[in-house]
């Protein structure tokens, strides 16, 4: 609590803004503000406010649309009032300098869906944030380009950096519309692809999960395969057709 926090809800919310000039001590109870901060924040111009408060909605509209754009969608479209929740409860801090454009906004969306007992919503808002960060990846890119490998026989593996394996509790293949996403367990892979620079997303089963995740950089195709314990035949050939669109790769002396 302070005058960030204030400042933060006041520029987000509406109902923040008009208790400032209603009922200030309410507001500076609400968030435990000196006398003077208060009377800073009083003094404050209310048009001003109102401007800066609808340039940082938008802003933040814009970074999780950048990231998230169908959950931000549905969110807006069918839950206005949870979306005004969310806008007036973040306060913004600045991503990482690598992250990816609305990366840190859209998770904290993300986990403020999931408390709320929006688990299939969250669920899409991963897989959207899961194909941005693959999108906005330079190693994927570059991994992308690569020849894929002919055969994996002899070599360690590794996932290749153009794919990632995610899990999700809610099969988000299925949506829109989000509201509907089966309550289901779904392995998913999802690929950067080269030109033009796309992310291709695809469902896998156990078996095929259980052999991506093998390929952890250290260990060869027929100890991956001998981990696994099932069909050998079976899991030979899912490893080379893995390896022929460039999912896996022997492991890169780095």
């Known amino acids: ?20 000039h209603t009922d200030p001590d309410l507001l500076r109870r609400r968030h435990m503000l000196a006398e003077g901060e208060l ?13 800066t408060r609808r340039h940082v909605v938008r802003k933040l509209r814009a970074a999780i649309g950048a990231c998230a754009p169908v959950t931000l969608k549905h969110l807006t479209d069918r839950h206005p009032a949870l ?3 969310f806008a007036a409860q973040i306060v913004r801090r600045p991503p990482p300098a690598d992250a990816p454009f609305g990366l840190a906004e859209s998770r904290r969306m993300a986990g403020w869906l999931a408390d709320r007992g929006l688990a299939g919503l969250a669920c899409y808002a991963r897989y959207e944030m899961a194909r941005h960060t693959l999108r906005c990846d ?4 570059r991994a992308a380009a690569a020849t894929p490998l002919a055969a994996p026989w002899g070599a360690v593996l ?24 089966p309550a289901r367990h779904t392995d998913l892979v999802l ?3 080269c030109d033009p620079a796309r992310v291709r997303a695809f469902t896998v089963n156990r078996a095929t999960a259980g052999l991506m995740l093998g390929c952890d950089g250290t260990r060869t195709a027929e100890q991956v395969i001998a981990a696994g314990g099932g069909d050998q035949e079976g899991a030979r050939s899912m490893l080379t057709a893995l390896a022929a669109r460039g999912l896996i790769r022997p492991r890169l002396l780095r």
Request: charged share 20%.
């Open 1 to 20: 609590m302070g005058v960030q926090d204030a400042l933060a809800a006041i520029l987000s919310d509406e109902r923040e803004l008009a208790l400032l």
């Open 39 to 51: 009377a800073m924040l009083v003094a404050a111009r209310p048009a001003g406010l109102q401007v």
């Open 83 to 85: 979306w005004q929740e």
């Open 138 to 141: 330079h190693a994927a890119a």
């Open 158 to 181: 590794e996932v290749s950096p153009a794919a990632r394996l995610a899990a999700f509790d809610h099969d988000v293949t299925a949506g829109p519309p989000l509201h509907e996403l």
């Open 191 to 193: 690929q950067r692809l």
